[in-house]
């Protein structure tokens, strides 16, 4: 298994601010994901984060709003923008080694948007 | 779009008692896990069931999976208070979706 931090694990923001948040694995992973889950919902994939290239976004999440940053194959960056009120949720950074394998994930970054 | 679909979304039991979740999904797998969630913290896995198995144990869990129904189940034996979690499966290889969920609750 992977053991993956996240920082910060809350934070409550002000509307129209950014937030970028970390993710940190503890071994090289070819795969890292970003998801997001709100408020009594499930996950929803947010977007690919590749290592030395953009990111991969799944439909209806954008780079403007949710730039990525993957610096090396243990480390990541998802920055929320210009946050509104409903951009609270759970961001969650997730790791694999390859394709077909086991996913981990990391704690959750809990933000609210004030 | 969400591959997976739970059924059911809330489930109660006695403590003791044996809890089964099942979940649907649509289109051809090679795997599907299953996740546990305790009151909005980070996911944890229980198990990766591949497309030619059609069942696995771990402790007091037993998935199955049967292809041809695409369907999966989840079987929690003498359930604990500390099961009480929201369970999530999961299809995909390179990027994984997730179902809506069952709350699971057990009752003391």
Partial sequence: SAVISQKPSRDICQRGTSLTIQCQVDSQVTMMFWYRQQPGQSLTLIATANQGSE????????????????????????TVSNMSPEDSSIYLCSVARGPGDTQYFGPGTRLTVL | SQQGEEDPQALSIQEGENATMNCSYKTSINNLQWYRQNSGRGLVHLILIRSNEREKHSGRLRVTLDTSKKSSSLLITAS?????????????????????GTRLHILP
């Avoid at chain 1, 990111?55 to 990541?76: H, Q």
């Fill in chain 1, 55 to 78: 990111a991969t976004y799944e439909s209806g999440f954008v780079i403007d709003k949710f730039p990525i940053s993957r610096p090396n194959l243990t480390f990541s960056t998802l």
């Fill in chain 2, 80 to 100: 604990r208070a500390a099961d009480t979690a929201s369970y999530f499966c999961a299809t995909g290889d390179d990027k994984i979706i997730f179902g809506k």
